[in-house]
């Protein structure tokens, strides 16, 4: 994810969105199993917290500041963690 992010920061926000949305939906789909929901919400916030750093190294002059990112997240959000596969002891 760091990689990704990393070379298309310069991309359309919202092809970003799109791209990171899909790896996460992808990552759940594939570790969503039952007693991981504590994992994925590790990788959806680190993924959160990576994303807003490489879109503020973006400009020298605009700041991405955690209140103007949670703005871009009510706009475009990104997948939230779910558990897709639930087994039973």
């Known amino acids: ?9 310069h991309d359309p926000v919202q092809v970003q969105q799109q791209a990171i949305n899909q790896k996460l939906r992808g990552h759940y789909a594939y ?3 039952t ?3 504590q994992a994925l919400t590790r990788l959806y916030r ?3 917290a990576m994303w807003r750093r490489w879109l503020n190294t973006r400009s020298h002059r605009a700041r991405m500041t955690w209140v103007r ?4 997240l009510k706009r475009l959000p990104l997948a939230p963690p779910r558990i897709a596969r639930r087994y039973a002891p």
Do not use: I, K, S
Not at 1 to 9: G, L, P, Q, V
Not at 69 to 72: K, N, P, T, V
């Open 46 to 48: 680190a993924t959160r």
């Open 31 to 33: 570790f969503g199993v």
């Open 1 to 9: 994810m760091h990689d990704h992010c990393r070379t298309h920061r």
């Open 69 to 72: 990112f949670y703005e871009l």
């Open 35 to 37: 007693a991981n929901l």
